[in-house]
């Protein structure tokens, strides 16, 4: 599968969450693919240590996406430096598994701030970017965008909000922007790392032990489909590891 066509070479990708996991090996594969990247989260040091590593005229932008004034600036840069953005890929998130309690209402606030409002306001602020070319937006949802279980009520609400606000983008942004989600299962990165609840963080740390699949699994997907050819559209796309239930 080659995951390289003529929409690759030269479109201007901004990744958000660029400093670990998915966002990170995404970088690597459409550095390796030919985009030049603007490179977004808040660990300044790690997302210049990859801007270094790509090349290609990438930079790397501190920035937290629910601050929608780093947002603002970090668009003002990129229209500047790399001229406007092609691809935006909208993969901050985090992912705080526990029972739902009232315990629980500063992560639930987190989780709803980052993965959904501030997709939201990546996306309003970079859109007037998108729609000047043939943009593409990438949302990382997840499995739990479509399937809920005991322990991600509030997680999988932001990525069911997630979907049902990627459809309609999708509908209104037509055929200037394409909307394509991605809904990976267990993939292994940090997101287990930040859990705070002890029991949730362990029982997610031996599952992802036993089957998780790699950042670089979900990159190339991701590659492969913003290098499709503009006329078609993978706006669902589903991957679990092969084991996962
Ligand atoms: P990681 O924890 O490795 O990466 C998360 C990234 O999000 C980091 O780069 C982090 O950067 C960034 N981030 C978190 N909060 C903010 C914020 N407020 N502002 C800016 N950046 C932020 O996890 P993954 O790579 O696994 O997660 C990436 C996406 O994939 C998430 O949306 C997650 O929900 C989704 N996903 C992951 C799955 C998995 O099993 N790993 C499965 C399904 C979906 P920094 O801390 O430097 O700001």
Do not use: C
């Amino acid at each position: 599968m080659s995951t390289t066509s003529d929409q690759g070479a030269g479109r201007v990708a901004v990744i958000t969450g660029a400093s670990s996991g998915i966002g990170e090996a995404t970088a690597r594969a459409l550095a390796a693919s030919g985009h030049r990247l603007a490179l977004l989260a808040r660990r300044g040091d790690r997302i210049r240590a990859l801007a270094d590593e790509v090349g290609n005229g990438a930079i790397a932008i501190e920035a937290d996406v629910t601050d929608r004034d780093s947002i603002s600036k970090a668009a003002a840069r990129v229209k500047a430096e790399l001229g406007g953005t092609d691809i935006l890929v909208n993969n901050a998130g985090i992912m705080l598994l526990a029972p739902f309690t009232a315990d629980g209402h500063d992560d639930h606030r987190r989780m709803i701030e980052a993965n959904l409002l501030g997709a939201m306001t990546v996306t309003e602020v970079f859109l007037d970017q998108l729609r000047d070319g043939s943009g593409d937006l990438v949302n990382l949802s997840s499995v739990a965008g479509r399937t809920a279980r005991p322990g991600n009520a509030v997680y999988a609400a932001t990525k069911w909000g997630l979907n049902g606000w990627s459809e309609a983008l999708r509908q209104e942004l037509q055929p200037d922007v394409r909307v394509i989600v991605i809904e990976p299962g267990a993939v292994a990165t940090e997101l287990t790392d930040h859990i705070t609840y002890p029991d949730a963080k362990h029982a997610a740390e031996q599952m992802y032990k036993q089957l998780a699949i790699t950042a670089d699994d979900i990159a190339e997907v991701i590659a492969f489909a913003v290098t499709r050819p503009q006329r078609m559209s993978l706006n669902e796309i589903l991957v679990r590891p092969t084991a996962q239930a």
